[in-house]
């Protein structure tokens, strides 16, 4: 592992990342800026796949990194993409292989920090999975606990949105970064699985069910689409219940969602 290619993948990524929020949130007049958009998260995606293993040396990892945004697949739609689209996906394809290949040494000796992220290998999420379905039996069907199964020992689930309004997640992120090497692991629904930097942390629901944890599986948050957000482990579940006195009033139920 190269410091100076991690220097690039990261600034590969940061490119990526900024240019999608510019896209959506500051600049709705710019045309085909969904399709843009979608184009840089299919690159981002593969940018994120390489692995720090694989970034041997500055040379190698500039065409390594390229060879992955140019093998990008974009997202399938019903309706296909037309050449004006196509035309400004590829044009925000080239501005980023213009973009990695212009960075000279000098300017990835000293970067900026930037959370760190990347998806893990196939082996590595199968193997977490396993995990997770041995210490707490999740992963056996498509939903966890409060959708699926009774609770098991040490979780609870708890109402989304009142939790998220009632515990501060900075606290959360810097409790449990003290037991993970400051970096956590997270499985989605769509198996593209992630380890990230605590400084990103988000465990809950995007539009896409998702666990939050450990390699160790000391802790697991399960964020589901029912409002329900599930937390497992001693000493998680204690730091909640510390800083939010009225936790036993936020218990999910499935009445509460329109469930029953």
């Not at 500051?26 to 940018?47: A, G």
């Not at 212009?102 to 990835?108: D, F, I, T, Y």
Request: overall charge negative; aromatic content about 12%.
């Amino acid at each position: 592992m190269d410091q100076l290619s991690m220097n690039l993948q990261t600034l590969a990524r940061k490119y990526c990342i900024e240019r999608i929020t510019h896209l959506y949130k500051e600049n709705p007049k710019i045309k085909h800026r969904f399709e843009r958009q979608y184009r840089i998260e299919s690159i981002l995606l593969e940018i994120e796949k390489v692995q720090p293993e694989e970034l041997k040396n500055l040379d190698q990892s500039k065409l390594l990194i390229r060879a992955a945004i140019q093998d990008a697949k974009d997202v399938q739609r019903s309706i296909p993409f037309d050449k004006h689209e196509i035309k400004a996906m590829n044009q925000e394809r080239n501005n980023i292989i213009d973009y990695v290949c212009g960075l000279q040494e000098s300017e990835l000796k000293t970067i900026d920090r930037f959370f760190y992220r990347r998806v893990l290998t196939k082996q590595e999420s199968d193997n977490i999975r396993g995990s997770l379905e041995k210490i707490w039996g999740a992963g056996r069907s498509r939903y966890w606990y409060p959708l699926d199964d009774s609770p098991p020992d040490d979780v609870v689930a708890f109402l989304s949105w009142r939790f998220q309004k009632e515990v501060n997640l900075k606290k959360i992120a810097d409790f449990l970064s003290k037991q993970s090497d400051d970096r956590y692991l997270e499985l989605r629904e769509d198996h593209i699985d992630y380890e990230i930097d605590f400084s990103d942390f988000y465990p809950y629901y995007e539009g896409i069910e998702k666990y939050s944890c450990s390699k160790e599986m000391n802790w697991v948050i399960y964020s589901s689409h029912e409002e329900s957000v599930t937390i497992a482990g001693k000493g998680l579940i204690s730091l909640i219940k510390s800083i939010w006195p009225n936790w036993m009033n936020q218990i999910w139920k499935p009445e509460l969602v329109g469930l029953k």
